[in-house]
């Protein structure tokens, strides 16, 4: 209700806006069959989408997206505090209380803050790498994507997450649906000492987001990971701690 206060101060941008009780008797309609609204709504942003990334041609996310340069899906959970006992409030793993969002954003680089493309709600307490969670909100973004992929969508999408998205049956969904990923793979102790004998001449410079080479930070694969889907490789990163950069050390990935 807060926001519509904010909105009704700037009529010529925004024009009429409902008062607080009709707005009430809306949401209070809409619950009674949520299923059907929530789809409908998706409906609605897929088509208000479609004529935003139009309008922006040559700027549009998805401009000359191919294998090479794909358009990105950033996975991630986030935590949002409730100041009370609201409904599926629950204690964070942070000690915090409130909820635990599952968030996909379509990246929109370094000149952008990232556009929402699905969102699933989850209790405080929801775990970090729920696999069907993690599927569900990849689902919900695809078919947010104004150029309609299909199931099949090609490497021209490549999804990221952190070590939440490391399950198998998340990275057999993202292959099984043909998308790129680059997701988190959690290092065990026995993973980080065979890492830690990698030669040297065999780690090299890591590149940042915009292809430039990144100081004191550095690269290199591993192999194959064996049970997990076909040409799934693992690649492993270190860095230079220093005041400014304080990164773990090592990190790994999973690429496909």
């Keep these: 209700m807060t926001i519509l206060a904010l909105l009704r101060c700037e009529p010529a941008v ?8 009709t707005v009430s008797r809306t949401i209070a309609a809409l619950a009674a069959d949520a299923p059907k609204a929530l789809a409908v709504i998706a409906s609605a942003r897929v088509v208000a989408r479609s004529a935003a990334w139009a309008a922006a041609g040559e700027h549009a996310p998805d401009h000359g997206i191919d294998a090479e340069n794909p358009l990105i899906i950033d996975v991630d959970a986030s935590l949002v505090d409730a100041h009370s006992d609201k409904e599926h409030a629950a204690p964070t793993w942070t000690k915090g209380f409130g909820f635990r969002p599952l968030l996909a954003f379509i990246d929109h680089g370094s000149g952008g803050t990232g556009e929402p493309a699905a969102m699933l709600l989850r209790p405080g307490n929801a775990a970090g790498n729920t696999a069907a969670d993690h599927k569900e909100v990849l689902a919900a973004a695809l078919e947010q994507l104004p150029f309609r992929p299909g199931y099949r969508v090609g490497r021209k999408v490549l999804v990221r997450n952190d070590t939440g998205g490391g399950t198998h049956e998340f990275l057999t969904y993202c292959t099984n ?42 690269v290199a694969d591993l192999a194959e990971l064996s049970g997990w889907p076909d040409g799934c490789g693992s690649s492993c990163g270190k860095n230079v701690r220093t005041p400014e950069r304080s990164y773990g050390s090592p990190t790994s990935t999973a690429c496909g």
């Design 14 to 21: 925004f024009g009429s806006v409902a008062w607080d009780p």
């Design 177 to 218: 649906r043909r998308v790129g990923y680059s997701l988190g793979f959690t290092l065990t102790d026995a993973l980080v000492d065979a890492v830690n004998l990698v030669p040297k001449k065999v780690w090299t410079p890591a590149y940042d987001a915009e292809g430039q080479v990144r100081e004191g930070a550095w």
